[in-house]
């Protein structure tokens, strides 16, 4: 199968050096993508972090016709990749496992006399205001954008994190949020437990929990299986 994997974080620029990001650093997605790799098919992985795939990989040889290997950085940047490379990429799998931005910067602004709001933005904000306002809009969400309009048919797997949420709320969320973007297939986990466990469904119906060290696997072997489902179909 031909398979993109996305991984990492996104920034948002304030200035030409200061950036919003978050914590995530693409090792999930990394691990997903070797592991796709490893299982014989041909991936092309976009990544805000390449270098995790050196040390999750060791020596393990990439040969260029079956394995793409493309670096982002901004929100824009993976947008454009994504825009760019879905429609005409010929994927049977799209797993999105990028960390994006839920906002962008829509302006910097300082206070001045009588507490007015007056735009500061510049390559580099000045360091001597007192305060500074940053004005957050939120982005586009783009695994909602992979089937319409960017026309992708095959398997998609959605991602979604939560933060002090029980299982029964997480599974309803990520159920929602998993039609809502039309996926076939979630892998959802909290923040405190992200590093031991992630939810991955629905498979026959239901969610199943799993070690970090089997995600990956399991991920694929469910991708497969539904890639099998949908040829004996004819879909």
């Not at 079956?66 to 799209?94: C, E, K, S």
């Not at 095959?154 to 990520?174: H, N, Q, R, S």
């Not at 923040?191 to 991955?200: D, I, P």
Request: charge should be negative.
């Amino acid at each position: 199968m031909r398979i993109l994997v996305t991984a990492g974080n996104t920034q948002t620029p304030i200035d030409m050096v200061r950036c919003l990001t978050n914590i995530f650093t693409g090792r999930t997605g990394g691990r997903i993508a070797i592991e796709a790799f490893r299982r014989g098919h041909q991936v092309t992985h976009f990544t805000s972090h390449p270098e995790v795939i050196a040390e999750l990989a060791g020596p393990l040889p990439f040969p260029a016709e079956h394995w793409t290997l493309q670096p982002y950085r901004t929100f824009d940047d993976l947008q454009r990749l994504l825009a760019t490379t879905i429609p005409n990429g010929g994927f049977d799998v799209i797993i999105h496992a990028a960390a994006v931005s839920d906002y962008a910067l829509a302006g910097i602004f300082a206070t001045e006399k009588n507490d007015v709001l007056v735009d500061v933005s510049a390559g580099k904000v000045k360091s001597h205001h007192a305060e500074l306002w940053l004005r957050m809009v939120p982005t586009p969400k783009l695994i909602d954008s992979i089937r319409e309009p960017w026309g992708f048919m095959g398997t998609l797997v959605k991602f979604k994190l939560e933060v002090g949420m029980g299982d029964a709320d997480l599974l309803a969320v990520a159920e929602k949020s998993r039609t809502q973007s039309h996926a076939d297939l979630m892998v959802a986990n909290t923040l405190e437990g992200s590093h031991e466990w992630a939810f991955v469904g629905p498979i026959e119906g239901q969610y199943t929990r799993v070690s970090r060290e089997e995600l990956a696997s399991s991920v694929l072997a469910e991708v497969e299986r539904l890639q099998i489902a949908k040829s004996s179909s004819g879909a």
